[in-house]
């Protein structure tokens, strides 16, 4: 089974810090997505990527930034964060022979 | 002409009954349609999916319509039980990208 683990649950940040969401697939996938959910609004996507390295602008990718250094891991960065950037954060792998994309548990995000 | 739009917002159905999810594209380059399942507190998981040379995909208790020409596709959930209580997003794949455009969710409550 693929799993997809993000670094925590609950994140509670101020308003003008530095955040970071990890998230880590065991799957050798080479897509990796960040996504933000929010009630009425769906799943929308923040940045994509789609190799080491490799990275592409989402839907709303104002006022982040991503990393990916190794191929299990791709990192969301809140340069600083701001209080409509508290939300629930998703990250996924993509699994290319069956289009199924896997996801974390998601980050709740709170930013005060 | 990116957007998927999804309704209704919120469903309430008896046991046994249908629950019935619409969702709506515009833009003719999507390839790929699935339907993903979300429980409360977990990240989405991959439930059925369709393309769009074919009208209907059936497993189990799901079934997606697929309507190409009206650019609409809606899933069915048939003998609705009250584990099936969770939220239900449609998404479109743009074509020749891995990217999925998700719409809005739908909120299910099976009452036993």
């Known amino acids: 089974d693929v799993k997809v683990t993000q670094s925590s649950r609950y994140l509670v940040k101020r308003t003008g810090e530095k955040v970071f969401l990890e998230c880590v697939q065991d799957?050798?996938?080479?897509?990796m997505f960040w996504y933000r959910q929010d009630p009425g609004l769906g799943l929308r996507l923040i940045y994509f990527s789609y190799d080491v390295k490799m990275k592409e602008k989402g839907d709303i990718p104002e006022g982040y930034s991503v990393s990916r250094e190794k191929k299990e891991r791709f990192s969301l960065i809140l340069e600083s964060a701001s209080t409509n950037q508290t939300s629930m954060y998703l990250c996924?792998?993509?699994?290319?022979?069956?289009?199924?994309?896997?996801f974390g548990p998601g980050t709740r995000l709170t930013v005060l | 002409q990116q957007q998927v739009k999804q309704s209704p917002q919120s469903l309430i159905v008896q046991k046994g009954g249908i629950s019935i999810i619409n969702c709506a594209y515009e833009?003719?380059?999507?390839?790929?349609f699935p339907w993903y399942q979300q429980f409360p507190g977990k990240g989405p998981a991959l439930l059925i999916a369709i393309r769009p040379d074919v009208s209907e995909k059936k497993e189990g208790r799901f079934t997606i319509s697929f309507n190409k020409s009206a650019k609409q596709f809606s899933l069915h959930i048939m003998d609705s039980q009250p584990g099936d209580s969770a939220t239900y997003f449609c998404?479109?794949?743009?074509?020749?990208?891995?990217?999925?455009?998700f719409g809005t969710g739908t909120l299910l409550a099976v009452q036993p």
């Open positions: 799957m050798d996938h080479e897509n």
């Open positions: 996924a792998s993509l699994r290319l022979d069956t289009d199924t994309q896997y």
């Open positions: 998404a479109a794949r743009r074509g020749a990208t891995n990217k999925l455009i």
């Open positions: 833009n003719t380059a999507f390839d790929y």
